[in-house]
């Protein structure tokens, strides 16, 4: 009698772990059949950054429910994963000087249309200090509004 209630324990102990491995088995199909989400539509949506003479430039593609003034953005700027910032967005045609380590970073951006808003066409512009950026680096610019939303734009110098 012993025996059969040793060989009864260990069927249902296998009994509970296929039970197991049959729960986590389906939910991880099911999991991975469902359909992604949308990306979310972004407030502000850039072109993709171009380097001319080692420097990086990029434009406002899309703004959805602006305007948004200058004055309400703030700036990071990453190299390589050392963060700047966040730093106040300057007016129009300024150019805002930034400091990583001993390295200088300028960031400007042009009001196209003369508004005082980000906006559609608008560009900004990040260059080195009388230099261009430093290759072979990645870089990240986050236009930032308030602790609402963040526009993204990342190049590489390789």
Known sequence: MPLRSD????????AVFAGIAIVIGTS???????????????NLVFTPASLLDGNASF??????????????????FIVNNFAIGPVALGPNHTATRIALGTTTYWVSWLDTDGDGAV????SFLV???RAPL???????????WGSVWAAREFWSTY
């Open 7 to 14: 060989t009864s324990q260990r069927w249902f102990l296998v």
């Open 28 to 42: 991880f199909a099911v999991y991975s059949l469902q359909v992604p989400r949308p990306v979310r539509t972004d």
């Open 59 to 76: 434009e406002v593609l899309n703004v959805s429910h602006g305007p948004y003034a200058y004055s309400g953005f703030e700036f990071r």
């Open 127 to 129: 260059t080195g200090d």
């Open 119 to 122: 906006s559609v066409g608008d």
């Open 134 to 144: 430093s290759p072979l680096s990645d870089y990240e610019f986050d236009l930032q």
